[in-house]
């Protein structure tokens, strides 16, 4: 795909801005990596743009894969932190989502945008 990765990247950061996400940027050749973070929190999503020969790659690290957690906690005050969690997965289905349109209009948007 003949997308420029600085404007895509540029786009996909300032969609998380406009959410009110922190975002923190890197870049090494052809492939940019992002940490979004809510303020005040530490859970994050992860995001790489990448051109791989002719292809472009954006990958989302959204919901953890670690099994839900335990309801054991409820019983020693841990419901709130349960229900935190449970919360914070629930918008992060949702961003991610919202993302993947995002991202599908972008490209088509920035089409040829590429002087490689």
């Known amino acids: 795909m003949n997308v ?46 990448e051109r791989v020969s002719d292809d472009l790659v954006v990958e989302g690290f959204f919901v953890d894969e670690k099994p839900p957690a335990s309801f054991i906690p409820s019983l020693f005050g841990g419901g709130a932190f349960l229900l935190h969690k449970l919360r914070w997965r629930e918008s992060l289905q949702k961003l991610e989502k919202e993302f993947g349109l995002f991202v599908e209009v972008a490209v088509k948007r920035l089409a040829g945008s590429s002087h490689i």
Request: aromatic share 8%.
């Open 4 to 49: 420029d990765l600085t404007l895509l990247s540029s786009e996909v950061k300032g969609f998380f801005e406009r959410k009110r996400y922190v975002v923190e940027y890197g870049r090494d050749g052809d492939r940019i990596s992002m940490i979004v973070r809510v303020q005040r929190s530490s859970e994050t999503v992860r995001i790489t743009i």
